[in-house]
Nanobody, 125 residues
């Protein structure tokens, strides 16, 4: 069992930066693929970024590529999402998620086994 807790959301002006953190409980954290997803009002939950258990593989949605960076510290049971050059369209609730099986299908939310409660990110224009 893994419990996830996001933090670091808030209100920022367009062009600004935020760093989200996701703290995980459980000794198996280092074996999980971790992902970040987001959901804006009235929209489906969408993939943002994913990282393999070792950190050796990362993938991003086209909409955030070059602006967001996912990383993890297995010693701290924490995964991060550094968000730079934020845009109003990045406004959403951001969720971290953990997946037990292999890294493939990292962009499919139903493949993930555990979810955090979400943290709100609001980007003003």
């Amino acid at each position: 069992q893994v419990q996830l807790a996001e933090s670091g959301g808030g209100l920022v002006q367009a062009g600004g930066s935020l760093r989200l953190s996701c703290a995980a409980s459980g000794r198996s954290f280092r074996s999980y693929t971790m992902g970040w997803f987001r959901q804006a009002p009235g929209k489906e939950r969408e993939f943002v970024a994913a990282i393999s258990w070792s950190g050796g593989s990362t993938n991003y949605a086209d909409s955030v590529k070059g602006r967001f960076t996912i990383s993890r510290d297995n010693a701290k049971n924490t995964v991060y999402l550094q968000m730079n050059s934020l845009k109003p369209e990045d406004t959403a609730v951001y969720y971290c998620a953990a997946k037990r099986d292999q890294y493939s299908h990292y962009d499919e939310p139903y493949r993930y086994d555990y979810w955090g409660q979400g943290t709100q990110v609001t980007v003003s224009s």
